[in-house]
């Protein structure tokens, strides 16, 4: 809240700053405190004059100079400005030094004060006038300045942070068209024997669009809902097939309320059940997740095959490995491992980003 206040009102907050400070060291060094009275009537005589001044001033240069397209007519607006800031705040300066007279000799201690008396048309007064606003203007580009990088740099970042989630709203695992159009045609088919049964696939299918749609703009999900489209991505799968995937679980307790990016396992799945054109009786399908360091969320994917990856599996792991790059930025870990007749996905994630439900950009 107060940050925001600083950046919204960031040029009053330096006037009034700077120009307090020149008042109060001016008053000082000019030896004129005459009580906390004149003291304070003396500091809104200078400071009010810089201030109506400056602020002027400030209008004049955001309408009629660009710092984008400066040029040499740019340069003699600002000179002519500073010629019009610099007499402005000699005749403010000068009646608010009556003002302050007038205090002191009527209303105060019954005496003009010194800086009642100090003249503003000599030469050194002018002289440190041109100074004061030239100095002030200076001041103001190089804020100016400043305030265009780091708006251009927040603006760089929010693009940036915009094309990473696009990119990301790109390779999340929505349900593969090919496996839509399986899935229909198995479902249309099973209509003929098992009706019932049909219509539950129907509205199992139905549920798993549903979930790739809403997560489109959600970046992690809890695991359990997402053991769920596994499972029901199985089901689908074994209705045409000859044989059957079974999957079996060991999944620690503690990782159920633990998120992870919404289509991963039902990916690494996807892989399993693709890695050979003709499907084996009875093929086992291992799920394992459990926590690792005590900062690491570990998901392996155990199944039968001899590591031989179809167009499909490759694409799809290609696409976990951007997407986990992109989602936590180097930090996630995917790899797989061969051995024998049997082929180990495993993906590493940082807890510390899995605990808490992030909308858009984790």
């Given at each position: ?53 400056t602020s002027i001033l ?43 007279g007038f205090f002191f000799?009527n209303i105060a201690i ?253």
């Amino acid at each position: 809240m107060i940050k925001k206040f600083f950046i919204k009102y960031l040029f009053w907050v330096i006037q009034l700053v700077s120009w307090g400070l020149f008042s109060a060291f001016s008053i000082k060094m000019a030896g004129i405190l005459d009580g906390y009275k004149g003291f304070f009537v003396l500091f809104l005589a200078i400071l009010l004059p810089g201030i109506i001044t400056t602020s002027i001033l400030r209008w004049f240069l955001k309408r009629y100079v660009s710092i984008k397209k400066f040029s040499f007519k740019g340069a003699l607006k600002i000179g002519a400005g500073i010629i019009i800031a610099v007499f402005l705040y000699v005749k403010t300066n000068y009646l608010f030094g009556e003002i302050a007279g007038f205090f002191f000799r009527n209303i105060a201690i019954n005496r003009e004060s010194e800086f009642a008396k100090m003249g503003a048309n000599t030469v050194a007064m002018y002289a440190s006038y041109i100074m004061i606003v030239v100095g002030w203007t200076v001041l103001y580009f190089v804020v100016k300045i400043l305030r265009q990088y780091y708006d251009s740099k927040i603006d760089r970042l929010k693009l940036k942070d915009k094309i990473r989630q696009a990119q990301l709203n790109t390779l999340k695992g929505h349900v593969n068209p090919q496996f839509l159009f399986a899935s229909l045609n198995d479902i249309k088919e099973l209509m003929l024997e098992d009706v019932s049964k049909s219509r539950a696939m129907l509205t199992k299918l139905s549920e798993m669009l549903r979930y790739s749609l809403t997560m489109n703009n959600v970046n992690l999900v809890r695991l359990e809902e997402e053991l769920e489209i596994v499972e029901s991505y199985l089901e689908l799968v074994n209705i045409g097939n000859t044989g059957t995937y079974k999957i079996s679980l060991e999944i620690e307790d503690v990782t159920l309320k633990l998120e992870v990016p919404p289509m991963l396992l039902t990916n690494l799945v996807e892989i399993a059940t693709r890695q050979n054109s003709t499907f084996q009786i009875n093929r086992d399908i291992k799920l394992i997740v459990r926590t690792q360091n005590s900062n690491e969320l570990q998901l392996q994917v155990m199944y039968s095959g001899n590591g031989t990856e179809t167009k499909e599996s490759n694409s799809l792991k290609k696409t976990i490995t951007q997407r986990l790059k992109l989602l936590y930025k180097g930090k996630a870990i995917f790899s797989s491992v061969h051995e024998l007749n049997y082929t180990t996905l495993i993906v590493l994630l940082p807890i510390s980003n899995s605990k808490t439900r992030q909308d858009g950009v984790a």
